[in-house]
C-alpha cells in the first residue's frame, strides 16, 4: 500500500513539474514575443525620426531597439542611413555589413552599403553592392536607380542609361530614377530627350533642385 502511495506522489509530482514547466515556457515564449515587438516598434518609431531629419534622435531610438534586439535588420538598416546622414560613413557600412551577415538575402542593406560607398567615391565597390541587391530581387527599382546614379558619377553613362531606364520602367513615380535617366542622357549630348526626363521628374516632384539644375544646364548646351 505505502509503495502504491509512493508511487501515486511521484506521478503527481512528475505532472505538477510538467505542468509548472509548460508554464514557464508559454511565459518565457510571449516575453520574447512581447520583446521582439517592442524592438519592432522601436525600429519603425527610429526610422520615422530618420524619415523626419530628427537624426540624433533617431539613433537614440535605434540604440534601443538594437539594446533589445541586436539582430533586428530594420533597426540596423535605420542606424545605417542615420549614420550616413550625419557623415559618419564607416560607421554605417559596419551596421550594414552586421545586417547581411544576419541575412545576406536583406536587400535594403546591400543597396544602402552602396550608397555610402558612392559617397566615398569607391565605385567599383559601390556597383557590386547594387548589383548583390539587384540579384536578390530583380525588380528593385531603387536599386537599379542608385547604380545609375553610381555609374554616372564613374563616368560610365552608357551603362548608367540602361539602368536608369529600368528604375524608370519598374517604378515610373520615383523622381531620383528619371534624374538619374536624365543624367546620362545630359552626360551623353542628348539633351533635349534629357529635358523630357528633367520634366518627368519635376511633374512627380517640383522641388526637385537636381531636376531644374540639370534641366537649365540641357537647355544651355541646346542652345549652343
Same mark, same amino acid.
Given at each position: 500500500?505505502?509503495?502504491?502511495?509512493?508511487?501515486?506522489?511521484?506521478?503527481?509530482?512528475?505532472?505538477?513539474?510538467?505542468?509548472?514547466?509548460?508554464?514557464?515556457?508559454?511565459?518565457?515564449?510571449?516575453?520574447?514575443?512581447?520583446?521582439?515587438?517592442?524592438?519592432?516598434?522601436?525600429?519603425?518609431?527610429?526610422?520615422?525620426?530618420?524619415?523626419?531629419?530628427?537624426?540624433?534622435?533617431?539613433?537614440?531610438?535605434?540604440?534601443?531597439?538594437?539594446?533589445?534586439?541586436?539582430?533586428?535588420?530594420?533597426?540596423?538598416?535605420?542606424?545605417?542611413?542615420?549614420?550616413?546622414? =550625419?557623415?559618419? #560613413?564607416?560607421?554605417?557600412? $559596419?551596421?550594414?555589413?552586421? /545586417?547581411?551577415? %544576419? &541575412? *545576406?538575402? !536583406?536587400? +535594403? @542593406?546591400?543597396?544602402?552599403?552602396?550608397?555610402?560607398?558612392?559617397? =566615398?567615391?569607391? #565605385?567599383?565597390?559601390?556597383? $557590386?553592392?547594387?548589383?548583390? /541587391?539587384?540579384? %536578390? &530581387? *530583380?525588380? !528593385?527599382? +531603387? @536599386?537599379?536607380?542608385?547604380?545609375?546614379?553610381?555609374?554616372?558619377?564613374?563616368?560610365? #553613362?552608357?551603362?548608367?542609361?540602361?539602368?536608369?531606364?529600368? /528604375?524608370?520602367?519598374?517604378? *515610373?513615380? !520615383?523622381? +531620383?530614377?528619371?534624374?538619374?535617366?536624365?543624367?546620362?542622357?545630359?552626360?551623353?549630348?542628348? #539633351?533635349?530627350?534629357?529635358?523630357?526626363?528633367?520634366?518627368? /521628374?519635376?511633374?512627380?516632384? *517640383?522641388?526637385?533642385?537636381?531636376?531644374?539644375?540639370?534641366?537649365?544646364?540641357?537647355?544651355?548646351?541646346?542652345?549652343?
Amino acid at each position: 500500500m505505502e509503495k502504491e502511495d509512493d508511487y501515486e506522489k511521484k506521478t503527481q509530482y512528475t505532472n505538477m513539474m510538467k505542468f509548472v514547466w509548460l508554464i514557464l515556457a508559454i511565459s518565457m515564449l510571449f516575453t520574447c514575443s512581447s520583446l521582439a515587438d517592442e524592438a519592432d516598434d522601436l525600429a519603425a518609431e527610429g526610422n520615422l525620426l530618420y524619415d523626419q531629419d530628427f537624426y540624433d534622435e533617431a539613433l537614440v531610438v535605434l540604440d534601443q531597439a538594437l539594446a533589445i534586439d541586436p539582430e533586428n535588420l530594420e533597426a540596423l538598416n535605420g542606424k545605417g542611413k542615420t549614420l550616413k546622414s =550625419l557623415g559618419r #560613413y564607416e560607421e554605417a557600412i $559596419e551596421e550594414y555589413e552586421k /545586417a547581411i551577415s %544576419i &541575412d *545576406p538575402s !536583406y536587400k +535594403k @542593406a546591400w543597396n544602402n552599403k552602396g550608397i555610402v560607398l558612392t559617397y =566615398l567615391e569607391q #565605385y567599383d565597390k559601390a556597383v $557590386e553592392m547594387y548589383n548583390e /541587391a539587384i540579384k %536578390i &530581387d *530583380p525588380e !528593385y527599382a +531603387k @536599386a537599379y536607380s542608385n547604380l545609375a546614379w553610381c555609374l554616372n558619377l564613374a563616368g560610365r #553613362y552608357e551603362e548608367a542609361l540602361d539602368n536608369a531606364k529600368n /528604375a524608370t520602367d519598374l517604378l *515610373p513615380d !520615383y523622381p +531620383k530614377g528619371w534624374i538619374n535617366h536624365a543624367d546620362a542622357l545630359l552626360a551623353l549630348g542628348r #539633351y533635349t530627350e534629357a529635358v523630357t526626363s528633367y520634366d518627368a /521628374a519635376l511633374l512627380l516632384d *517640383p522641388d526637385q533642385s537636381d531636376a531644374k539644375n540639370g534641366k537649365a544646364r540641357a537647355i544651355e548646351k541646346m542652345d549652343v
